[in-house]
T-cell receptor, first 112, second 111 residues
């Protein structure tokens, strides 16, 4: 099974703080995705990428930036964190659009 | 507006019973449907996928798809307590690779 890791696993910050969430996949997948999951909601797509240097806008992008520095690494940036961004964040990857997405273990973010 | 609707929101079935979950997309550009299962405190894992009209069976799990109505359903027979989880339906457009998830159905299987 594809290996997707995320760091940190838990993060607490204050309103207005700067946060970077990291995701790494070691299966040379082309596509990588960032989702958030809130109680009562499924997964909502924030940003995704087709490959190094590529970025696509997802369904809930406001307040988030992302950067795909290499085939393996995809970062999610919250430059002015707000309490509404308190959530569970998942990274996922796959090789082609019609392939199964493999999810990382998640990062729980609390913005005070 | 929510493009993938799932029902019911929650479902309780007895051990050994049949669980039936439903999902409909309002986006006519989708061409693949997915069912992911997420146990409490864990990440989602793909359970089944379907892109052709009809039925697909894998063990105790059967998925149906009606492409005309963009409706899919997941049926779990002989449900086990270990099947208790959040079941997420997703629809994708394979040109973009983008998955849109529903809000999920919480299944509880009572021993």
């Amino acid at each position: 099974e594809a290996a997707v890791t995320q760091s940190p696993r838990n993060k607490v910050t204050v309103t207005g703080g700067n946060v970077t969430l990291s995701c790494r996949q070691t299966n040379s997948h082309n596509y990588m995705y960032w989702y958030r999951q809130d109680t009562g909601h499924g997964l909502r797509l924030i940003h995704y990428s087709y490959g190094a240097g590529n970025l696509q806008i997802g369904d809930v992008p406001d307040g988030y930036k992302a950067t795909r520095t290499t085939q393996e690494d995809f970062f999610l940036l919250l430059e002015l964190a707000s309490p509404s961004q308190t959530s569970l964040y998942f990274c996922a990857s796959n090789n082609r659009g019609q392939d199964t997405q493999y999810f990382g273990p998640g990062t729980r973010l609390l913005v005070l | 507006q929510q493009k993938v609707q799932q029902s019911p929101e929650s479902l309780i079935v007895p051990e050994g019973g049949m669980a039936s979950l439903n999902c409909t997309s309002s986006d006519r550009n989708v061409d693949y449907f997915w069912w992911y299962r997420q146990h409490s405190g864990k990440s989602p894992k793909m359970l089944m996928s379907i892109f052709s009209n009809g039925e697909k069976e894998e063990g105790r799990f059967t998925v149906h798809l009606n492409k005309a109505s963009l409706h899919t359903s997941l049926h779990i027979r002989d449900s086990q307590p270990s099947d208790s989880a959040l079941y997420l339906c997703a629809a994708s457009n394979t040109n973009t690779g983008k998955l849109t998830f529903g809000d999920g159905t919480v299944l509880t299987v009572k021993p």
